[in-house]
């Protein structure tokens, strides 16, 4: 018997009670895989704005400290302030070496960290919890000497 002749024996309505069933199963086993994926395409691209913000937050912590009469408070600061302007609190700042100290010419090291898991719209990342995310920019100290 063909698979044709062996549908058209089924009564028409029990054939679309049916496939009604075969679409819920297949929406069953397709729908957690489909979730798993949106909600890891939420928090990479969570990861890629805060590494952003970290970047021009260093940038901007590493302008001030490369002026005269900067110190490591104020960059620290000034990065703080940054970031939690654009929503990404808890940011730790290092300057190196200390911009008050510093001679003209020497390089100013800013670096801004934040642990992934401070900063995820997730309750508990699973995609990168437990990373730290950094980033770092240098700029030379302005002045004559």
Known sequence: MSETSHLSTIPRGRHRLARRGV???EFAIVAPVFFLMVI???EFGR???VQQVLINASR???RIASTTGSTTASVQTAVEEYANGVAVPGV??????DPATATAGTTITVTS???FGNVSWLTSPW???GKTLTANSQMRKEGFE
């Open 92 to 97: 730790a700042v290092a300057v190196s070496p």
């Open 47 to 49: 990861a890629l704005m």
């Open 113 to 115: 960290t934040v642990p």
């Open 60 to 62: 901007v912590g590493a």
């Open 23 to 25: 679409a819920a199963t």
């Open 127 to 129: 995609f990168l919890g």
């Open 40 to 42: 890891g395409f939420i």
